[in-house]
């Protein structure tokens, strides 16, 4: 929400800031003798995070900018390396079928905690702490965003929809719904062991163990305090490397080490969030000397590019996100998949990244990034930009030239950097294949209504990880069920292959299965996919250990490895 | 006159049900919902969300119940701030967002009227012209840009001022001056006209062939009765300026009320859109009572019963 109107003011600001940034370019931002091997004395990070997070609520949010500071102040079981494989948190070890952590039979997670993990007013985190998380976001009454990604879990589902739905609502007693609760295959045996059973197999359910939504959480601060126990410092108690000292609602949020943490201690002594809505004006404090990171407005990334200073301080993190055309394959022309095709190879990806997004992104002509296990970097080659294929193939389905098309429009929210991204595809069609389509800019929640209505021709779609694993990326859009399939596409072979692969415990096999399936999706081409994003952000040269993952959040980068941060004298 | 503004107020009630109803309606007839995302959620979760927020029921019954908790002081909770309630958020934000208009208002007054009296006094000078000048440039220019500028030249060029944010009163400057510097121009040159229009009156020339100097026909006849239209001009300003601007509190990001309007909409919020609608409706009906009320000081001819 904040972010449709955000990125549509952002939108605004950008195309003045070129001119007008120009005239003022400050050598002064990057100061004089900056990395002398000294630390300073403050060691304050100061940091933007797009906007007041919704919730800080572990179960309940699901916005980029409340995991960032969650993942701050809580560590879960597992988490992720820089190489996106997983590791362990307060879990002594990564769950495997060899280490006994995983049954044979795949359904049976056997987890045994650390017993050294503190929260930050002291007390140990226990087994029950995890229990009581994960069942405290499966309560329907919380109506947490992410319940459903937890569905595996034997009892979850039931437990979520235990009140049942508008048309047919049901109101369970107490005993009932206790009863629903205690179904939930979550248990800890004791303090230091927790259990999980699946209603079936898994392969993708130990990277759902490091997600947010199931960090620990205090029971007894939360039935002591109400909802309202993440807004205030006082209670907002983590085991993570820093806890919350101030939360001023729309302007900051500061945090300091937790004396308490488990693992490395944090070298910074505070970090400021600030709540900057607007990219602008974020990147005109870090120009300022206010801020110690900051991501770049697109228009002005040519600027920076110039500016031997600034190019030093650029950090560029690939972002696990890809962005495509998506047809609606039902309704005609995008039904003929020879006219799908034909779009595809009439869209030159390479120069719209280099003067569309100003060299940011990379081109992409498959579904998962790169950066992810998945990911094909042969794939979909065949679909690449080929003007004279185009005007070939489009002939073929029989609209030589693009005559006898029915008229297309191509949908989009008209925020960010969509409206540049609709005129240069419609002025690639024209010239490619001697198609017109019109535009259709709309408010950014009517343009998510039609989609999900699927009355759209052809709209912009974009992806982004929740977990690096082909599991979050193929089923939910390509599955004939998927809960996000808009292009209505559906081949039942692909959806059987989707389980199997959802289940098979053998990394490489699961792998090999997984590949098959996106070869499929790229062959029969749903979507023309056009490119991955990537994070463009500069970073003071005093600024030390940031660590980036193709993981971090949106909001702040190097989210996961903040403890390794440490600012040199400045 | 007690009666008079009596009346007036406990006419604001059946205003506010009348906005309120008509908002309803108009948000749940606009496409989308709260919860719809690119990434959609599961049914379960949105049969849970929508139960959470009372949005499974009959609009009527969400309506009657919104009523219900409304005169009670519960305006609901905004789903974009899962623990904060929309009173709360307002009561927060709003004496930030007043602080602001304030200061942006009383900057607008003393330039706009300033300038427009001396250049009335003066007219087709050059310090007329200049005046004209300003006013165009002011009346045009978005104040996005004027914002931006001001955050370029004084922040990153001359690191003189803080790029946003509040506490401070030197952030306060900037966001004041953006705000207030089309209100500004506006009021230049409607305190021209006014004041022209005054000047020619007979009273005027009465005035001054009575012998009175200057400065007394300026301050017991002009000011007075130039100062009728600018007051009507002056309420809806201050309401508009003391409830907020989203650009500018985006530019700034100044934690005030001015974005929950629109960030409301754009998320289908529909708890924080009826309660920011609610008080924008009280704060111009106050704005417009407070213009009525200053009439009766300023024309001695009108008379309230």
Known sequence: ?570 | MASYFIRRILWIIPLLLVVSLITFGLMHLVPGGPWDREKALAPAVVDNLNRKYNLDRPLWEQYGLFVWNASHGDLGISYSSQDKNVAEIIMRGFPITATLGLVALAFALIVGLGLGLVSALRQNSWLDYLSLFFATVGASTPNFVVAMVMIIVFSVGLHLLKTGGWGSPDQVIMPAIALGLTPAAFLARITRASVLETLSQDYIRTARAKGLSERLVLTRHIVKNALIPIVTVLGPMAAYLVTGSFIIENVFSIPGIGRIFVQGIGGRDYALIMGAVLFYALIVALANLAVDLIYGVLDPRIRYS
């Open chain 1, 1 to 570: 929400m904040t972010r449709r109107s955000r990125r549509l003011l952002s939108f605004l600001t950008c195309l003045l800031l070129p001119a007008l940034l120009l005239s003022a370019c400050a050598p002064a931002a990057s100061g004089p003798g900056g990395a002398s091997g000294d630390l300073d004395a403050n060691q304050e990070y100061r940091a933007n995070i797009d906007g007041d997070p919704p919730s800080l609520d572990p179960n309940a949010s699901a916005w980029d900018p409340s995991i960032a500071v969650i993942s701050l102040v809580f560590k879960g079981l597992l988490r992720f390396k820089d190489d996106l494989t997983l590791d362990a948190a307060v879990a002594k070890e990564v769950p495997t079928i060899s280490n006994g952590g995983i049954s044979a039979d795949g359904k049976t997670y056997t987890i045994k905690l650390r017993n050294d993990v503190k929260w930050s007013d002291g007390k140990v985190v226990t087994a029950k702490d995890f229990e009581y998380s994960v069942k405290r976001l499966l309560d329907p009454k919380l109506a947490a965003a992410y319940a459903s990604f937890y569905y595996g879990i034997a009892g979850a589902e039931a437990y979520n929809s235990a009140l049942g739905t508008k048309s047919a609502p049901k109101s369970p007693d107490a005993a009932t719904m206790a009863s629903l609760r205690d179904a939930v295959g979550v248990k800890a045996v004791d303090d230091t062991t927790l259990k999980f059973t699946l209603a079936d197999p898994s392969s993708s359910f130990p990277s759902l163990l490091a997600l947010h939504p199931v960090v620990p959480v205090r029971q007894d601060v939360i039935e002591a305090k109400g909802d309202t126990w993440a807004s205030d410092p006082a209670s907002y108690v983590g085991n993570g490397p820093y806890k919350m000292t101030e939360y001023v609602s729309k302007d900051h949020i500061t945090l300091v080490p937790n004396d308490n943490y488990f693992g490395n201690k944090p070298k910074l002594k505070k970090i400021t969030l600030f709540m900057v809505e607007n990219i602008t004006a974020n990147y005109a404090a870090f120009q300022n000397g206010e801020r110690d990171i900051s991501r770049v407005p697109p228009a002005s990334v040519p600027q920076v590019m110039q500016d031997p200073n600034l190019k030093e301080q650029v950090v560029r993190v690939p972002r696990l996100a890809t962005f495509a055309m998506q047809f609606n394959n039902k309704i005609a022309p995008f039904d003929n998949p020879k006219v799908r095709q034909a779009f595809s190879m009439a869209f030159d990806r390479q120069t719209y990244i280099d003067k569309v997004r100003n060299g940011v992104g990379r081109p992409a002509v498959s579904w998962i990034p790169p950066g992810m296990p998945g990911y094909q970097a042969d794939l979909g080659k065949q679909w690449d930009f080929n003007p004279s294929k185009a005007k070939q193939l489009i002939a073929d389905a029989g609209y030589p030239d693009g005559k006898g098309l029915p008229p297309i429009s191509f949908q989009y929210a008209n925020a960010g950097a969509n409206p540049q991204t609709a005129q240069y595809a419609q002025a690639q069609f024209k010239d490619n294949l001697g198609v017109d389509i019109k535009l259709e800019p709309m408010e950014a929640a009517e343009f998510t209504k039609l989609v999900g209505s699927k009355k759209y021709q052809v709209a912009m779609a974009g992806w982004t990880a929740d977990y690096p694993d082909p599991d979050n990326w193929l089923p939910e859009t390509f599955g004939s069920n998927g809960g996000s399939n808009y292009t209505q596409y559906s081949n039942p072979k692909l959806d059987d292959l989707m389980k199997k692969a959802a289940v098979e415990q053998d990394p490489k096999k699961r792998l090999d299965l997984w590949a098959e399936a996106q070869k499929m999706v790229v062959e029969d081409l749903p979507m023309v996919f056009l490119f991955n994003d990537e994070r463009f952000v500069l970073v003071k040269s005093y600024v030390k250990g940031l660590k980036t993952t193709a993981i971090d959040t949106q909001a702040l980068t190097g989210n996961h490895f903040m403890d390794q941060v440490y600012l040199l004298k400045h």
